[in-house]
């Protein structure tokens, strides 16, 4: 846990979820591991109040797992949870590309293909953090532009479940195909083709589900 770092004394809340979200997300707080809010408040520098409402919300994120006067512990990653997560996610994507597409400008774009480019040679690299951060970038850019803040939510909420299992598949080795997916994507938002560019988002988040499916097979 030594990703665990103090945390500035604002937003302690949010900044608590996020440091232990990203920690379970990471792998380094594991699948099964009991978590207590006294041990995580003086890792974090912290009360044990906002450790408390993270855990809550990691909670109903389906992250941590609590039993009353007894536990709190990591999930762990259930292949059925995360293709349902992606069929979410993925249906959430696919709306705010089809609203975005008309919408994008150049700089959006631009901020598109750089993310790219990011993601391919983290790829490469064997670089998983900056794999995922670059391809939440890429994304995040139609979200942005589409404005919806339901989608938008429902895309933050889920994501991480979805994220658990791709670390570990990197981490295996496992290859990666959205790089080619998100240069069609790409194309077809600059070209202003909307039903494309929903289609290769569909195509996307397809491949988080067979990568659910192929998990449980193992």
């Known amino acids: 846990m030594e990703a665990l770092r103090p ?6 809340r949010d900044r ?31 009360s044990r109040a906002p450790v408390r409402e ?29 293709r349902d997560a992606a069929a979410v996610v993925g249906a959430m994507h ?8 008309p919408r994008l400008r150049d700089s959006d774009l ?16 064997g670089d998983v953090d900056e794999a995922l ?5 890429l994304h995040d850019v139609l979200v942005r ?8 939510a429902t895309v933050a909420r889920y994501t991480p479940l979805i994220r658990r299992l791709e670390r570990r598949r990197f981490g295996e080795g496992g290859s990666c195909r959205s790089a080619g997916l998100h240069e069609r994507l790409i ?11 929903v289609r290769v988002t569909a195509d996307i988040w397809r491949t988080l589900s067979d990568l659910a499916d192929a998990d449980a097979t193992d």
Request: charged letters at 25%; proline letters at 4%.
């Open 7 to 12: 945390v500035p004394r604002t937003l302690l």
């Open 16 to 46: 608590a979820y996020t440091a232990i979200r990203d920690a379970i997300v990471a792998g380094d707080i594991e699948p099964g591991a009991v978590v207590r809010d006294a041990e995580f408040a003086e890792r974090l520098g912290l």
């Open 54 to 82: 993270a855990f809550a919300r990691l909670v109903d994120e389906g992250l941590l797992e609590s039993k009353p006067q007894s536990y709190t512990r990591v999930t762990p990653v259930v292949a059925a949870e995360v």
């Open 94 to 101: 696919e709306l705010v590309t089809r609203v975005a597409v």
């Open 110 to 125: 631009d901020e598109m293909r750089v993310s790219n480019v990011r993601f391919a040679g983290a790829v490469q690299a």
């Open 133 to 137: 951060r670059a391809d939440d970038d």
């Open 145 to 152: 532009v589409a404005g919806n803040r339901a989608a938008a």
């Open 187 to 197: 194309e077809a938002c600059a070209a202003g083709d909307t039903d494309a560019a």
